[in-house]
C-alpha cells in the first residue's frame, strides 16, 4: 500500500517512519510537497482532514496527515491548534518559553497538560474506497514542567512530564516515546483501517 504523508515538520516524518516500520512493514510512504491549504478548522480533526483531503486530491493517493498539539488545563485548553505559532513565530524554543512563563506561578497540581494527535486518512477519487475519510486520535496525559530538560524529540517536549515518569518527553529515548506518544496511539488506532485497505 502506498500512502503519501501530507507535513512539512521533519519530527513528524521521521516519527511516522519508525511508528509505521514496527506496526506496517509492508506501506510505502512517499512525502508531500504540492500546495498546502489554509489549516482554517477548530478542531485537530478540521484541520488534519483539510491537510490530508488537499494532499489526495494532487497527488491520486491515499494521503494522511496529523495535525497535533499540547492542551493545558490552567490556559483553558491553549495552545491546542494554535501550538506550532503560539508566539506568533513558529520557533519551537519561543513558543515554549512563552508557555512556560504563562503557569509560571502554577504549583505542580495546576500544571496539568496533554499531548493531542489527530491523523486523517482520505482515500482519493478514481480508487478503490474513492471517498473514504477516517480520523484516529490520540492522547498523551501529563504535567508543564518548570525549565526545559533533555535534547531529543521536538516541539513541546522538553517541557512535557508524561504521567509515570519524572523527566521530560526530551529525556525519553525516541523509541521509548515512539511506543507511547499521542502520535504512536493515534497511528495504532489507525492500523486496522490501513490493514484494510491493504487488503489483510
Ligand atoms: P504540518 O502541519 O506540516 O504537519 P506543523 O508543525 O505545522 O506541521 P501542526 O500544525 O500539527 O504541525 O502543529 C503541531 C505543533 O504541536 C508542533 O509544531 C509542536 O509545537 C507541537 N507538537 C505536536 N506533536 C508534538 C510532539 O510529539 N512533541 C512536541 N511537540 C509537539
Not at 512517499?30 to 478542531?43: S, W
Not at 518548570?146 to 525519553?172: C, S
Amino acid at each position: 500500500l502506498i500512502v503519501v504523508l501530507a507535513t512539512h515538520n521533519a519530527h513528524k516524518v521521521a516519527e511516522f517512519q519508525k511508528i509505521l516500520g514496527a506496526e506496517l512493514p509492508g506501506l510505502e510512504v512517499l512525502p508531500y510537497d504540492g500546495p498546502e491549504p489554509v489549516e482554517d478548522g477548530v478542531t485537530f480533526a478540521d484541520n488534519a482532514l483539510i491537510k490530508a483531503r488537499t494532499a489526495a486530491r494532487h497527488t491520486g493517493h491515499i494521503a494522511l496527515a496529523d495535525d497535533s498539539g499540547i492542551s493545558v488545563d490552567v490556559l483553558g485548553g491553549s495552545p491546542g491548534i494554535f501550538s506550532a505559532r503560539w508566539s506568533g513565530t513558529r520557533d519551537d524554543e519561543t513558543n515554549r518559553r512563552l508557555l512556560l512563563a504563562q503557569i509560571a506561578d502554577m504549583s505542580s497540581e495546576h500544571r496539568r497538560a496533554h499531548f493531542h494527535c489527530a491523523i486523517a486518512l482520505v482515500v482519493p477519487d478514481g480508487t478503490a474506497d474513492a471517498g473514504l475519510e477516517h480520523v484516529a486520535h490520540g492522547d498523551w496525559p501529563g504535567a508543564i514542567a518548570t525549565e526545559e530538560h533533555g535534547e531529543n524529540g521536538f516541539g513541546y517536549d522538553p517541557v512535557f512530564v508524561p504521567e509515570g515518569f519524572e523527566v521530560t518527553a526530551a529525556q525519553l529515548s525516541p523509541g521509548q516515546k515512539n511506543e507511547i506518544s499521542h502520535r504512536a496511539r493515534a497511528f495504532r488506532a489507525l492500523v486496522p483501517v490501513l490493514a484494510r485497505l491493504d487488503g489483510g
